[in-house]
């Protein structure tokens, strides 16, 4: 997919370009990416809001992505 990243001036990334033809061609395979209004249920927000505070609590507590990707493919 050929992104184009958009930044403001301060080199913070603010949008994303996505070229009409690729755009399109995601349309046609995830029916309702068009949608504005995302609809998530109340007890997942609910979760992920009590994961952050705890994260907020302890930030150390978190893991590198890519580090636990590693550690959970060696288990595989």
């Known amino acids: 997919?050929?992104?184009?990243y958009i930044s403001?001036?301060?080199g913070e990334t603010t949008?994303?370009?996505?070229p009409i033809q690729e755009w399109n061609e995601l349309k046609s395979k995830f029916k309702g990416i068009e949608q504005e209004e995302i609809n998530?249920?109340?007890w997942h927000i609910k979760i992920v809001r009590d994961?952050?505070?705890?994260?907020?609590?302890?930030?150390k507590q978190g893991?590198?992505?890519d580090e636990a990707m590693r550690d959970i493919d060696?288990?595989?």
């Open 51 to 59: 994961r952050y505070e705890k994260y907020l609590e302890n930030p």
């Open 15 to 18: 949008g994303v370009y996505i």
């Open 74 to 76: 060696k288990e595989l």
């Open 1 to 4: 997919m050929n992104l184009q």
């Open 40 to 42: 998530v249920p109340d």
């Open 8 to 10: 403001d001036n301060n």
């Open 63 to 65: 893991l590198d992505f």
